[in-house]
């Protein structure tokens, strides 16, 4: 299945773009998808699937949108 | 009102936005850039956010003021990009027939977007630059 990954700020920096489509394996959580691009398990990200905050053992599904949120400061 | 805007903030516009003769209370609260934080010297702010999502649940949070506080309107911008010190980051703007319901609407919305609205602030340093979350 391909998700649609959008990266913002730290996790922007270190992942070196915006965004990009990757191929999982059915099954694949939120939270496997953010280890198998081997981004810091120290970043304590939260997770959203298509604009909606949701636990990091929710299974992805083809089409979806993922975005790694790291600790957020606006205000 | 719900935005985001890479502009400096109108604070009147946002005001007129949600104002009315139904309300007896127009409560603006505007966040600024400020020159320190945690015992370092900023000379600079820059916010990043994730659009869709931001606005989204900016949404919620206005309708969740609106079933709380009936009559209640918040107009609510909240800056994206490079702020300069002083400048606006953020401007809450509510609407009461109240006081009482004005301020508690307005910490409702600051506090809420605070927690939930997914949007990064980069403060920087004369020596660099850091990302600083929000203390719980």
Known sequence: ?75 | MVELSPHPIDVRAVEAAVAGIDCGALLSFVGTARDHNRGRVVTGLEYEAYAPMALAELGKIRAEIAERWPGVRLGVVHRVGAVALGEPAVVIVVAAAHRAEAYDASRYAIEELKSRVPVWKREHYADGTDWIANRS
Not at chain 1, 35 to 57: D, K, Q
């Open chain 1, 1 to 75: 299945m391909n998700v649609i990954i959008r990266y913002f700020a730290q996790v922007r920096e270190l992942r070196g773009r915006d965004e990009e489509t990757v191929t999982f394996p059915a099954g694949t959580t939120a939270a496997s998808a953010y280890a198998a691009l081997g981004l810091p398990v120290a970043l304590p990200v939260a997770f959203a699937v298509n604009l909606e905050r949701v636990p990091g053992s929710t299974e992805l599904h083809d089409g979806d949108e993922l975005v790694f949120l790291p600790p957020i400061g606006g205000g």
